[in-house]
Antibody
């Protein structure tokens, strides 16, 4: 049974750096073609893909946010960490951790709400 | 980025109706198109992948079709559990993108 769970701050101030951790179980991030990524959804708006990291440490980022994102993995801890610098109120959203195999998002975490406000 | 445009944005329908949602890609994405269903306060759920492959456990009233730049999701007979928002996603490139969503409401 594959599960993913997001953790991190619920409130960050503008210009601060957000660090989110995805802790997963039921699969290994050292298995070929498996990846873990992040998707966000501002209140009442559409889904936006942010970043992906694959079993072989290949990393992919949204072109529009690439300069502010870093994704890393700790295979031994079954964790993936996303950092996002220079947070802005428009970054207020629910952030989801996802499992991917061949770029289809079959398993999702429950999501974590992040509010950016002073 | 490849832009994904869904239509309509909102759809009002009754139980038992046949419902079709359209998704158009700004570039050819082949068959690399998925559909997701999202209910309020919940994470999205994968329904269809590779344009027309039904995800395991998803009712057969859901079907997908299309290729290239034009795709559709059809619900053959709308059920109470189907009132939700639906998103398409292209994954032809590593820079995957979603449509803006289609909300299916009760008429």
């Amino acid at each position: 049974q594959i599960t993913l769970k997001e953790s991190g701050p619920t409130l960050v101030k503008p210009t601060q750096t957000l660090t989110l951790t995805c802790t997963f179980s039921g699969f290994s991030l050292s298995t070929s073609e498996v990846g873990v990524g992040w998707i966000r959804q501002p209140p009442g708006k559409a889904l936006e893909w942010l970043a992906l990291i694959y079993w072989d440490d290949d990393k992919r980022y949204s072109p529009s946010l690439k300069s502010s994102l870093t994704i890393t993995k700790d295979t031994s801890k079954n964790q993936v960490v996303l950092t996002m610098t220079n947070m802005n109120p428009v970054d207020t959203a629910t952030y989801y951790c996802v499992h991917t195999s061949r770029r289809v998002f079959r398993f999702w975490g429950q999501g974590t709400v992040v509010t950016v406000s002073s | 980025d490849i832009q994904m445009t869904q239509s309509p944005s909102t759809l009002s329908a009754s139980i038992g109706d046949r419902v079709t949602i359209t998704c158009r890609a700004s570039q050819n994405v082949g068959y690399w198109l998925a559909w997701y269903q999202q209910k309020p306060g919940k994470a999205p759920k994968l329904l269809i992948y590779k344009a027309s492959s039904l995800e395991s456990g998803v009712p057969s009233r859901f079907s997908g079709s299309g290729s290239g730049t034009e795709f559709s999701l059809t619900i053959s007979s709308l059920q109470p559990d189907d009132f939700a928002t639906y998103y398409c996603q292209q994954y032809n490139t590593f820079s995957t993108t979603f449509g803006q969503g289609t909300k299916v409401e009760i008429k």
